[in-house]
């Protein structure tokens, strides 16, 4: 189920409870999966797309629309570089911390398949296709 991962999920509840400040990254990585994403996953742990030209994409708070209903959704098209070799299927993605490895997913979801290649387009994702919901 999309939602936030369990590192997020501590912090947040860490900070109800005033034990901790909450530190939020700025800017969020978005990691594109092959495999579908877990709670319990990091950015070192998630399996991410292998075409050759593919690198996690930056979002800034502002690549974000504002939350309601318990969901957020991007507010601006989200385009990655093009494939140039290879090919990767598509099933999920990651707001991970860190432009690659390591680093705590924040929020992930599932993508319908959706195979890369070079015949493709780059992949986007347009206004409001990616929705997070809190869980």
Known sequence: MPGMSDAVELKFLELLTAKT?????SPLFLALTTVA?????????ITEAGYTGYARL????????AAAAGQIANSSALTFAAC??????????ALV???SGAGDIQAFGTLASLVVSTTQTPVTFA????????D
């Open 127 to 134: 206004i409001g296709a990616l929705v997070i919901t809190a």
């Open 97 to 99: 911390t860190t432009a």
């Open 37 to 45: 994403v877990t709670e319990s996953m990091t950015g070192l742990t």
């Open 58 to 65: 930056s979002t800034p708070g502002t690549s974000w629309g």
């Open 84 to 93: 140039t070799a290879g090919t990767s299927t598509l099933l999920g993605f």
């Open 21 to 25: 400040a909450y530190t939020v990254t």
